[in-house]
């Protein structure tokens, strides 16, 4: 991008139309101007914060404005005066900046097994290119493997650090499962589980889920089921939109229960952003579905509804990506988009891993400049 300048500014009653070089045009609120002047006293440029409340701010007025090619000078009501340079007011064209905020998945079903990013350890831990690798594969499919791991929860532990940290939660901060009942939860057992969303029942479900299978043997089964949440959402919009509306906005309940503990939480199953209409967030599990009320018939009937033609979506076998996870290879999915199941299974498998919160993650994408 070439640098921003400035070919004019004219004040227009409590704005100021600011003319890019560039020939874009923005207009800022005095308001706006004043809460956003950069000097020392306005702001801490060492912390990146704001220096006073906002009800500190005076509510001035425009007195006079220079400009050149490169800033604007601003004197207030107040005596104040306030300088913004071209670049920094040029980022807040709102479409342009809007724009800039939106994640751009791209949706996929079937086998993406040559799409995503499959990255050594070593090159993940060591090298930005590696560690973008993974994280753009993250922010474009929703998920990504990173081989030869060591066979381990310690080896396991250092991926999950760097792909953000470890959330803790319920199940501990790492965890390991086997066919043992360490929590009453199916995951604990042999059993098959269909296409799911984990952590339904918390107010801030996990943002990635990873999962390193250490070891199966004596047995057979246990494939992995990955479905891109997002496109069974768009499918359902374009063959069913009052079904997808539904979702969008009914609150259905999850929970999780066990000895000292009860987790409970009310929200849509398909999260929108209202601006964008992007897809935000998918909540989808059905075994952790609470038992609920409803407000009337029509409520409970499209509930059975629309949940039942999404999840015609994620148990449609040409929409899932199967495969068996190997010891040594990790694999980390974006539980806000990616539903996640296996098979039922025989003999000995043990899995570990970890959550990581969706804030941890993105901040990594962020510092790596995949994302603003
Ligand atoms: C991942 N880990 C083995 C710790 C537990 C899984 C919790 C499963 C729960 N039914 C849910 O879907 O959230
Ligand atoms: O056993 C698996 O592969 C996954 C189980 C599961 O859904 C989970 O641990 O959240
Ligand atoms: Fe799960």
């Known amino acids: 991008m070439t640098k921003a300048t400035i070919a004019g500014a004219l004040a227009v009653d409590t704005a100021l139309d600011v003319l890019f070089g560039d020939g874009n045009s ?54 104040h005066k306030s300088t913004y340079t071209a670049e920094f007011l040029s980022k807040f064209d709102y479409k342009t900046w809007k724009e800039s905020k939106r994640l751009k998945p791209v949706l996929w079903h079937g086998d993406i097994s040559d799409k995503i990013a499959k990255v050594h350890v070593d090159e993940f831990l060591k090298s930005v290119d590696g560690a973008k690798h993974v994280f753009q594969s993250l922010l474009d499919y929703g998920v990504a493997l990173i081989e030869g791991v060591g066979v381990s929860e310690e080896a396991t532990e250092e991926v999950c ?66 479905v891109d949440g997002f496109y069974g959402a768009n499918q359902l919009n374009k063959e069913l939109p009052e079904d997808f509306k539904f979702l969008t906005t009914f609150n259905v309940e999850a929970e999780y229960i066990e000895e000292g503990h009860h987790h409970t939480y009310s929200a849509p199953v398909i999260r929108v952003d209202n601006d964008t209409g992007d897809l935000v967030q998918i909540r989808f599990n059905v075994y952790d579905r609470a038992a609920m009320a409803f407000r009337n018939s029509n409520d ?18 040409s929409n899932q990506w199967r495969f068996k996870l190997k010891p040594g290879t990790v694999m980390a ?39 603003q």
Request: aromatic share 10%; proline share 1%.
């Open 300 to 317: 409970c009937r499209s509930y059975y509804r629309s949940l039942r033609s999404l999840a015609k979506h994620y148990e449609n076998i």
């Open 26 to 79: 923005i207009r800022f609120e005095d308001c706006w101007l004043r809460d956003h002047c950069r000097c020392s006293s306005c702001y801490h440029s060492d912390t990146f914060q704001r220096a006073n409340h906002i009800l500190e701010i005076p509510d001035a007025t425009i007195l006079n404005i220079e400009s050149n090619e490169t800033q604007i000078d601003v004197e207030w009501s107040d005596n």
């Open 161 to 226: 650090k760097a792909l953000g940290g470890v959330q803790h939660t319920i199940f501990g901060g790492m965890w390991k499962f086997t066919t043992r009942a360490d929590h009453a939860d199916t995951a604990y057992t042999n059993l098959p589980l269909a296409a799911h969303n984990d952590n339904t029942y918390f107010t801030e479900a996990a943002g990635l889920q990873i999962l390193h299978c250490l070891e199966h043997t004596n047995g057979t089964g246990g494939e992995t089921i990955l």
């Open 333 to 371: 999915m974006d539980n806000f988009r990616v539903l996640h199941g296996r098979t039922g299974f025989s003999g000995s498998r043990v899995l570990c891993g970890s959550y990581v919160a969706r804030s941890d993650w993105l901040d990594r994408a962020r510092a790596l400049a995949l994302i």
